[in-house]
Each structure stands twice: as C-alpha cells, then as structure tokens.
C-alpha cells in the first residue's frame, strides 16, 4: 500500500517561509507526476504546484514567483518551498501522486494534509 508522508507545515508569519516534505513508500518514478494541492476552509482544493517524471514543473499562477516545488530522488521525497507566505496561503495541503497505465483511467495518491496557516 502506496503511502504518502506530508511534514513541515506549521504557522508562520506573513513574509515566512515554510518548507513541506513529502515522503513517498516507493519510488517516485513509479507516477506520471507529484505535487502539491492546497484547500482553504470552505473553497475547492486546487492545484499548487506539481513535478512530473522528467521533471516538468508547473505552478499555480497565485504562488508563481514564491513557491518552489523540487524532490529528492534516493530518498523519494518531493518538497515545497514557500516563500513570502501570505495569508491568502493559508490551508491544508496535500500531497499527490498519480498514476495512469494506457487506456486507464488516472488513479490519485493523496497524503493525510499538513496545515498551513499564515497569520501575524
């Protein structure tokens, strides 16, 4: 059973930074891409940022600029850096991995959530 081990959220103040791991229980080659989405109280989740197996980013327009989403192979971890956090920024965040054999539909892994509150 494919797990996905989040770490690093926390509170911090406007203009922090945070970094969030995400652990993987096999290789990270073994999805078409990882990321990380985020949902606020009472709004949809929403894509944040994800990496794919060649290493394509891409990035919501909101965090472009602050964000960085980067990984660490030998150890199967994918991070987020979060710079000049805003309080917009505040929400659980979710690791994700997904898979998707030909003529299969996409299967998603997702991470229990780390909290993100960005607050003075």
């Known amino acids: 059973q494919l797990q996905l081990v989040e770490s690093g959220g926390g509170l911090v103040q406007p203009g922090g930074s945070l970094r969030l791991s995400c652990a993987a229980s096999?290789?990270?080659?073994?999805?078409?891409?990882m990321g990380w989405y985020r949902q606020a109280p009472n709004k949809e989740r929403e894509l944040v940022t994800s990496?794919?197996?060649?290493?394509?980013?891409n990035y919501a327009d909101s965090v472009k600029g602050r964000f960085t989403i980067s990984r660490e192979i030998a150890a199967n971890t994918v991070y987020l850096q979060m710079n000049n956090l805003k309080p917009e920024d505040t929400a659980v965040y979710f690791c994700?991995?997904?898979?998707?054999?030909?003529?299969?539909?996409?299967?998603?892994?997702w991470g229990q959530g780390t909290q993100v509150t960005v607050s003075s």
């Open positions: 994700n991995a997904w898979t998707q054999q030909i003529r299969a539909p996409r299967y998603d892994y």
């Open positions: 096999r290789s990270i080659f073994s999805f078409n891409a």
């Open positions: 990496i794919t197996n060649g290493g394509t980013t």
